[in-house]
């Protein structure tokens, strides 16, 4: 009864100074907020991944979703979580009961910042070639120093600053973490989901080079230049994301999500691959690799874990019949549950 109280008052007093709160469930005794954050970055690459970007200033915009508790402790951590080509921040709060990662993740402890990359959602650019994967590694390290010094953007409260910062990608945005830790070298850890720099399928290749072909047409009418979809269709959007298990209203939930990315990301990836595989063994940092059984773009990859040659520290976990969204597919429970616990070892 006491803990009931206390939380109550906890949220009374958060809603009095302007902050967000969600209602936690019965079974869990910590407020949490939910608070919508920004970054100014420099949308520039100074990571071995050879790419061109255009140099310019951009807001980076995103979510901060923790137990309020976390918030005020003296030494806080956080994850910062990176979304892949074909998909966005919702990736990791969808509007889904059971698949809003963050925030199943807050309510087993945990703080987590997620962003749209430049060029998707709440973060635009004009031309979807002034950027590309290097420079993404680069955004996320200069979000990853702003986390640390407090010097970003929350809406209504003080940003916080953070002792201990993880990062997170899922598939290219496991490529941004990677090349990031190799890079800059300031990262605790890294989890990368639904990737592996081996293992490319022939479903990957046939789409990668169909938007490739695209591109080189400028980007596709209705959108920005430089602009198209990975996947070229819903329904192979749906099939590339989703195992043949996923439940209907996952589908339902993600189908006018279904995005279009900036041509300078997609196009410089092989490039990026290649110089991550030449530098995946400086990684220091421990590593956790989540593989869906399912997943349609990558397969054969049991053998990227032992990659990671510098780091003492490194898991893999495959999660039965899921695709390639493996925090929104069957058995996502095994992605929270093992994240939460990796989190919890090394925090």
Same mark, same amino acid.
């Given at each position: 009864?006491?803990?009931?109280?206390?939380?109550?008052?906890?949220?009374?007093?958060?809603?009095?100074?302007?902050?967000?709160?969600?209602?936690?469930?019965?079974?869990?005794?910590?407020?949490?907020?939910?608070?919508?954050?920004?970054?100014?970055?420099?949308?520039?690459?100074?990571?071995?991944?050879?790419? $061109?970007?255009?140099?310019?200033?951009?807001?980076?915009? @995103?979510? &901060?979703? =923790?137990?309020?508790?976390?918030? *005020?402790?003296? /030494?806080?951590?956080?994850?910062?979580?990176?979304?892949?080509?074909?998909?966005?921040?919702?990736?990791?709060?969808?509007?889904?009961?059971?698949?809003?990662?963050?925030?199943?993740?807050?309510?087993?402890?945990?703080?987590?910042?997620?962003?749209?990359?430049?060029?998707?959602?709440?973060?635009?650019?004009?031309?979807?070639?002034?950027?590309?994967?290097?420079?993404?590694?680069?955004?996320?390290?200069?979000?990853?120093?702003?986390?640390?010094?407090?010097?970003?953007?929350?809406?209504?409260?003080?940003?916080?600053?953070? $002792?201990?910062?993880?990062?997170?990608?899922?598939?290219? @945005?496991? &490529?941004? =973490?990677?090349?990031?830790?190799? *890079?800059?070298? /300031?990262?605790d850890g890294i989890v990368l989901t639904g990737w592996a720099a081996i293992g490319l399928t022939e479903d990957t290749m046939r789409r990668f080079f169909s938007a490739y072909d695209r591109c080189l047409e400028g980007g596709e009418a209705g959108y920005p230049p430089g602009f198209v979809?990975?996947?070229?269709?819903?329904?192979?959007?749906?099939?590339?994301?989703?195992?043949?298990?996923?439940?209907?209203?996952?589908?339902?939930?993600?189908?006018?999500?279904?995005?279009?990315?900036?041509?300078?990301?997609?196009?410089?990836?092989?490039?990026?691959?290649?110089?991550?595989?030449?530098?995946?063994?400086?990684?220091?940092?421990?590593?956790?690799?989540?593989?869906?059984?399912?997943?349609?773009?990558?397969?054969?990859?049991?053998?990227?874990?032992?990659?990671?040659?510098?780091?003492?520290?490194?898991?893999?976990?495959?999660?039965?019949?899921?695709?390639?969204?493996?925090?929104?597919?069957?058995?996502?429970?095994?992605?929270?549950?093992?994240?939460?616990?990796?989190?919890?070892?090394?925090?």
């Amino acid at each position: 009864m006491f803990v009931k109280r206390f939380v109550a008052a906890l949220a009374v007093v958060l809603v009095a100074v302007g902050l967000p709160v969600l209602a936690p469930p019965e079974a869990s005794a910590q407020a949490i907020v939910d608070l919508p954050v920004s970054f100014q970055v420099q949308n520039v690459n100074r990571t071995t991944s050879q790419c $061109t970007a255009d140099g310019h200033t951009y807001t980076i915009r @995103g979510h &901060l979703t =923790a137990p309020a508790s976390v918030l *005020s402790r003296p /030494n806080p951590a956080v994850t910062l979580y990176v979304h892949g080509t074909n998909t966005g921040e919702w990736i990791w709060r969808l509007d889904s009961p059971g698949h809003d990662y963050v925030r199943t993740l807050a309510e087993k402890g945990h703080a987590s910042v997620t962003i749209d990359r430049l060029g998707y959602g709440s973060s635009p650019i004009p031309n979807g070639f002034a950027t590309c994967s290097g420079a993404h590694a680069d955004i996320a390290d200069q979000i990853v120093r702003q986390l640390r010094a407090g010097t970003y953007t929350v809406d209504g409260a003080a940003p916080t600053r953070f $002792t201990r910062v993880f990062m997170a990608g899922h598939s290219s @945005g496991a &490529l941004v =973490a990677e090349t990031a830790a190799f *890079s800059f070298g /300031n990262v605790d850890g890294i989890v990368l989901t639904g990737w592996a720099a081996i293992g490319l399928t022939e479903d990957t290749m046939r789409r990668f080079f169909s938007a490739y072909d695209r591109c080189l047409e400028g980007g596709e009418a209705g959108y920005p230049p430089g602009f198209v979809h990975f996947d070229g269709s819903l329904d192979g959007f749906l099939a590339g994301g989703l195992g043949p298990d996923a439940e209907p209203r996952v589908r339902e939930a993600i189908t006018p999500l279904y995005p279009a990315n900036p041509c300078g990301v997609m196009v410089s990836e092989p490039v990026g691959i290649m110089s991550d595989l030449t530098r995946i063994g400086e990684i220091k940092v421990p590593v956790h690799l989540i593989f869906g059984a399912k997943d349609v773009l990558r397969q054969g990859v049991e053998s990227y874990p032992g990659l990671f040659t510098s780091s003492d520290d490194v898991t893999a976990t495959t999660v039965p019949d899921a695709g390639h969204f493996v925090t929104l597919d069957v058995n996502s429970s095994v992605v929270t549950d093992g994240i939460a616990d990796w989190l919890d070892r090394h925090q």
